[in-house]
């Protein structure tokens, strides 16, 4: 029993001591931030989805990193901001970075070395399939309706336009998911487009329209909203936007 005993309670010490070393380990302390650029310029993209409690995040425009080395070889996501940056706090190390499918970009399979070496930025250079040009975003108090003027410019050849759409928004977080209301319509590459939508609270009236009516009106009682144009290509998940607008709506 003696032995037994003994034998127990080296077993116990090894396992503490086991446990204070796994939580000894130091945490990651460098920081890899970067940009997604298309000459030398930000792009806007949609803001990721994240849950209630913040540990799932879905939907926007993601990278990949990978490093070899260790006992599984998986990905870390790191998920790009509306404003085209980035950033993630890893162990120095050598990465992959790899751009995914699905961006408003065309797809490049081709992986980035990335050295990280204490903290440093990057640039992920990517080209569009459209940018939008020239927006320009007017309030009329006049019948309470908001309007979007801009121009889509095709970059990559034989890709089409789906759409193009204005969105309302009451905070800088503003995309064609995160809005109070938005607009679709058709639009002509190289051809100036304007969309105009009604943010009067009354005028949406109809069964289930109860939300867009009360936001919409606390919007206005704040006398500003936030606006955005997204472009959309045929065939990709995800739109090209331009920068969220802050927009006085003053009667």
């Known amino acids: 029993m003696k032995t037994t005993s003994i034998i127990y309670t080296a077993l116990a010490v090894a396992l503490l001591f086991t446990a204070c070393t796994k939580d000894n380990y130091k945490a990651p302390g460098s920081v890899l931030s970067g940009r997604i650029v298309?000459?030398?310029q930000t792009l806007q993209v949609r803001t990721p989805t994240v849950n209630g409690s913040g540990s799932t995040t879905t939907g926007g425009v993601q990278l990949e990193l990978w490093q070899r080395g260790y006992q599984l070889f998986t990905k870390i996501p790191v998920y790009v901001n509306q404003d085209g940056t980035f950033?993630?706090?890893?162990f120095d190390g050598d990465y992959k970075l790899v751009r995914l499918g699905g961006a408003p970009w065309q797809n490049n399979t081709d992986s980035i070395d990335v050295q990280v070496r204490g903290s440093q930025s990057i640039?992920?250079?990517?080209?569009?399939?459209?940018?939008?040009?020239?927006?320009?975003?007017t309030f009329n108090k006049a019948d309470t309706t908001v309007t979007g003027t801009f121009t889509p410019t095709q970059?990559?050849?034989?890709r089409t336009l789906e759409n193009?759409?204005?969105c309302v928004g009451a905070t800088q977080f503003t995309d064609v998911i995160n809005n109070i209301v938005q607009r679709s319509e058709g639009a002509t590459p190289g051809a100036a487009k304007t969309i105009t939508i009604t943010v009067n609270p009354n005028r949406y009236?109809?069964?289930?329209?109860?939300?867009?009516r009360k936001r919409l009106a606390e919007m206005l009682n704040k006398q500003y909203g936030f606006l955005?144009?997204?472009?959309?290509?045929?065939?990709?998940?995800?739109?090209?936007?331009?920068?969220?607008?802050?927009?006085d709506m003053k009667f």
């Open 38 to 40: 298309y000459q030398g």
């Open 87 to 90: 950033s993630a706090t890893l």
């Open 123 to 137: 640039d992920v250079p990517v080209v569009p399939y459209f940018t939008v040009n020239a927006p320009a975003f």
């Open 155 to 158: 970059v990559t050849a034989g």
């Open 164 to 166: 193009a759409a204005i």
């Open 205 to 212: 009236n109809g069964s289930g329209q109860e939300n867009i």
């Open 228 to 247: 955005r144009i997204g472009v959309k290509t045929n065939g990709v998940g995800e739109s090209i936007y331009t920068t969220v607008v802050k927009v």
